[in-house]
């Protein structure tokens, strides 16, 4: 295996050190063990167990950017074929968003919306009041209309996670326990004292990547989920206010939105909030506004049990967008990582174009955008 002998001599080496086993890490090991590379990932927890396991796994395009509807819309064609043949393998179901418009101006939103998505041959449905009524009876009365988004879904990301890294390990990839402390010329030192010996690192460990990378501009973004008990036929579709892009990609300052989520055993998830904050412990002030906001856009959620309540931290980046692709300063060194809310929709396509850039592959879409010198660049401007 790859790990060093007790003289400090390197016992194995391998072409490519994964740093992370989260759904991005996982991802990332198939692409480059299937292109025939030597793969070690190296995980200090469980694999899935971070911001993976936290996440709520809408699979969703989202059109912030140009940059940001190109990637989620790849990544999502990339889900489809990927779940195709064995949906339940992934939890997976095409649940479709609303996008829930309260008033006449959101509808307007809405119009807007459906104007970018066919722009971008996504299929979308706008909803007057009956139509919405009659596809979710369960929201409160006099919301004015919606947007459906129909080949949106969701997953059930550590169990994707695992799948990923199973595949992985069939093509080859070795998994280590460790926790990597530092990154050196030719591989990692892990806490243990042990280091593995790698060509080039890739960072894939999400809000942790300073911990290696102390320079990359990546903040910790806490959040909020409750599930609750089972209700099934309660909700049908993963349902989002509009307000949520604004709160969702505000750059300081706490938010909540509603975001709510059926899951197949007839349980709901309940998200979300968004805070810059480094401690895990439940704020139970931002989660009785993220509950009163849910149950005032379904109020039977107030009759429902909630079984559980946790946190996680998106990786966020100055610009809402991931760094994907080689670090402008460190030979060797790729990054895969800034995710924020949406790296389970992001890690298929994530991974197919690091591995595009490191086997010096023509990418599927254009690269550029994700390039971690953009924001390096505007770092060091700022300085
Ligand atoms: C509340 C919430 C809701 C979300 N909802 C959605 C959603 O609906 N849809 C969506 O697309 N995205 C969503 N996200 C975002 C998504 O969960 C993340 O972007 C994604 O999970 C990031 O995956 P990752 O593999 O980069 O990071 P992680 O899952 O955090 O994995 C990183 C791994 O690295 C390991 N690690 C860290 N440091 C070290 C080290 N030094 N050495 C070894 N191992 C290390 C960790 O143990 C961890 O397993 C949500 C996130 C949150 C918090």
Same mark, same amino acid.
């Given at each position: 295996?790859? #790990? ?36 070690? !990932? ?25 940059? =940001? ?9 990339? *889900?489809?074929?990927? !779940? ?5 393998? $992934? ?7 609303? *996008? ?29 009041? #009956? ?32 799948? %990923? ?11 280590? $326990?460790?926790?990597?402390? =530092?990154?050196?010329?030719?591989? !990692?030192? %892990? ?21 290696? !990378? ?11 989920? #409750? ?28 938010? #909540? ?26 704020? $139970? ?12 856009? %379904? ?10 309540? *946790? ?11 991931? %760094?994907?692709?080689? +670090? ?5 060194? *790729?990054?895969?990582?800034? +995710? ?29 955008? $994700? ?9 060091? +401007?700022?300085?």
């Amino acid at each position: 295996m790859s #790990v060093i002998l007790s003289n400090g001599a390197f016992a194995m080496a391998f072409d490519v050190l994964i740093i992370g086993a989260g759904i991005v890490g996982a991802a990332c090991a198939v692409e480059l063990a299937t292109a025939g590379l030597r793969v070690a !990932v190296i995980e200090c927890d469980t694999p899935g167990s971070g911001a993976t396991a936290a996440g709520m796994g809408h699979l969703v395009v989202m059109d912030d950017s140009e940059a =940001q509807i190109a990637l989620t819309r790849y990544s999502q064609i990339l *889900w489809h074929a990927l !779940v195709q043949d064995e949906p339940e393998r $992934y939890e997976y179901a095409r649940t479709g968003t609303i *996008w829930l418009a309260a008033d006449e101006e959101e509808m307007q939103a809405v119009s807007q919306k459906q104007a970018l998505y066919t722009a971008h041959a996504i299929a979308s449905e706008v909803l007057d009041r #009956v139509q919405l009524y009659a596809l979710e009876p369960h929201l409160r009365p006099g919301l004015t209309g919606g947007l459906l988004v129909p080949d949106d879904g969701v997953v059930y990301p550590p169990r994707c996670a695992m799948v %990923l890294l199973e595949r992985a390990q069939q093509r080859g990839a070795t998994l280590l $326990y460790g926790n990597v402390v =530092q990154l050196l010329p030719d591989g !990692v030192q %892990l806490e243990s004292g042990e280091r593995v010996k790698g060509e080039a690192i890739v960072i894939a460990n999400g809000a942790r990547a300073r911990d290696l !990378v102390p320079e990359m501009p990546i903040r910790p973004k806490k959040g909020h989920l #409750v599930i609750t008990d089972r209700y099934p036929g309660l909700l049908h579709h993963q349902l989002v206010e509009l307000g949520y892009i604004k709160n969702a990609h505000a750059a300081s300052g706490d938010s #909540v939105s509603f975001n709510v989520q059926p899951r197949g055993t007839g349980q709901i998830l309940i998200g979300s909030s968004r805070q810059f904050v480094d401690t895990s412990e439940i704020d $139970y002030s931002i989660l009785g506004k993220m509950l009163r906001l849910a149950t005032s856009y %379904l109020p039977d959620l107030a009759q429902c049990s909630c079984i559980r309540i *946790w946190t996680g931290f998106r990786a966020a980046t100055p610009d809402g967008l991931p %760094l994907i692709g080689p +670090h402008p300063h460190r030979a060797g060194v *790729w990054l895969a990582t800034g +995710h924020e809310g949406l790296g389970i929709t992001t890690s298929l396509a994530t991974a197919r174009l690091l591995a595009a850039q490191m086997l010096a592959q023509p990418p599927e879409i254009p690269a550029e955008p $994700y390039l971690p010198a953009r924001i390096f660049q505007e770092a060091t +401007h700022h300085e």
